[in-house]
């Protein structure tokens, strides 16, 4: 295994860490400016540290968990990141400028697409990200660290977070706490909690469980079927949580959290795009007072699926704005590059022969 990285060390973690090394506490707010604020590239860069402590650090520790390789796109439109990890395999990061005003943000800023997995477990029939199956949990610096790659690479600073990248960020719970906690701290990167989405397929027991966490991060939910029928057809997770638990759940959200919950809803041509669906999307929208995305679906290579015609879309967006809902859909086809999260991975891999 390699060394852990300083990335992925809570002020906790790290405070005790200098206890046992005999170091003085007020070091622990020193290595964090170094790392979360000040950006470093190596550990021999904290020049306020005497050399004895670099050395003790450099011999336990990397500054971080991820290899860039690669970005696509250009500083105007939406850049994708490819990170090596320290076993080999690939995760992606996507930074979207003017992401419209789905989350709470306005429409100038700079949201982050973030991993929280290798793959996917949950096999959702349409995702690229289930397609090769499920590796292994991202730890906390590997997920905090997307956030600290783009805005280094970059030289931005990222506004708000989502977590859509490969993965079920909530089938991760105590890695992706320890990163929240890493994004959000004040001595680490700070980036307020109603500028971070999780996103989930509908883990009914982790819904309830991040319901009670102190922190108001926002909730997007998969929906992507209004009734059981649909939903089940290309969600496995809907056979162990049918939409009447998820409701259950949501409702309890709301119980314990202020902002409004977002349903993503990808439309697939033939399979979930029919005009009843929207009626009763907006019905659940409604009760449980949430706003819609509406998703084109991105054309994932070996899969059948297709988007329905933008007419359609719009139809369909019209039902739900008519029955009052709040309800986004974007038609521009960012396809390649903007959704369809991890096919940029899943190439690399197979050109790798990662993959089986
Ligand atoms: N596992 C979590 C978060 C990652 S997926 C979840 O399912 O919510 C992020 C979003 O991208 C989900 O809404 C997912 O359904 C959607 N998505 C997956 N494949 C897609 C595709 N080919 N086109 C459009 N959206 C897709
Ligand atoms: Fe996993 Fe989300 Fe893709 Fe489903 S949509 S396979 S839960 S990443």
């Known amino acids: 295994m390699p060394l852990p990285a300083l990335t992925g060390l809570t002020p906790d973690v790290l405070a005790a860490w200098l206890k046992d090394a005999g170091e003085p506490s007020f070091r622990a707010g020193q290595i964090l400016a170094w790392v979360w604020k000040k950006k470093v590239r190596s550990i021999d860069a904290m020049t306020n540290l005497p ?22 796109g250009s500083p105007d439109s939406t850049r994708k990141f490819l ?13 979207i400028p003017a992401s419209p ?66 993965g079920e960020p909530l089938a991760n719970l105590t890695n992706l706490l320890d990163a929240i906690q890493l994004i ?71 119980s314990k959290k202020s902002q409004q919950i977002t349903l993503e809803y990808i439309l697939i041509e033939g399979v979930n795009d029919a005009f009843e669906q929207a009626t009763l999307l907006a019905r659940h929208a409604r009760r449980i007072h949430a706003k819609v995305n509406l998703i084109p679906y991105n054309t994932v290579q070996g899969l059948e699926w297709q988007r329905p015609p933008d007419s359609h879309c719009r ?21 390649d590059i903007d959704a369809a999260c991890g096919q940029l991975r899943l190439q ?4 790798e022969g990662l993959l089986p």
């Open 51 to 72: 050399v004895a402590l670099r050395a003790k650090l450099t011999d336990s520790f990397r500054l971080t968990a991820l290899e860039h390789t690669h970005t696509r």
């Open 83 to 95: 990170f090596r990890l320290h076993d080999g395999r690939y995760i992606e990061t996507v930074l």
């Open 101 to 166: 005003a789905l989350y709470g943000e306005r429409s100038d800023r700079r949201t982050l697409c973030v991993s929280s997995q290798v793959g996917c477990a949950f096999g959702c029939k349409f995702c690229a990200s289930g397609l090769a199956g499920f590796s292994r949990n991202l730890d906390a610096a590997e997920i905090a660290g997307q956030v600290l790659a783009a805005e280094q690479l970059t030289g931005e600073r990222v506004d708000s977070l989502v977590f859509m990248g490969m």
């Open 184 to 254: 959000t701290g004040e001595p680490t990167l700070h980036l307020g909690a109603r500028h971070l989405t999780v996103s989930t397929s509908g883990l009914v027991p982790q819904i309830r469980l991040l319901a009670d966490h102190p922190q108001q991060i926002r909730l997007a939910i998969s929906l992507h079927g209004a009734t059981d029928a649909v939903r089940q057809q290309i969600m496995p997770v809907h056979q162990k949580w049918p939409l009447a638990d998820l409701f259950n759940a949501l409702d309890f959200w709301n």
């Open 315 to 335: 139809a369909f967006r019209d039902v739900l704005q008519h029955a009052g809902v709040t309800a986004t859909l974007r038609l521009e086809k960012g396809g």
């Open 348 to 351: 690399q891999e197979s050109r």
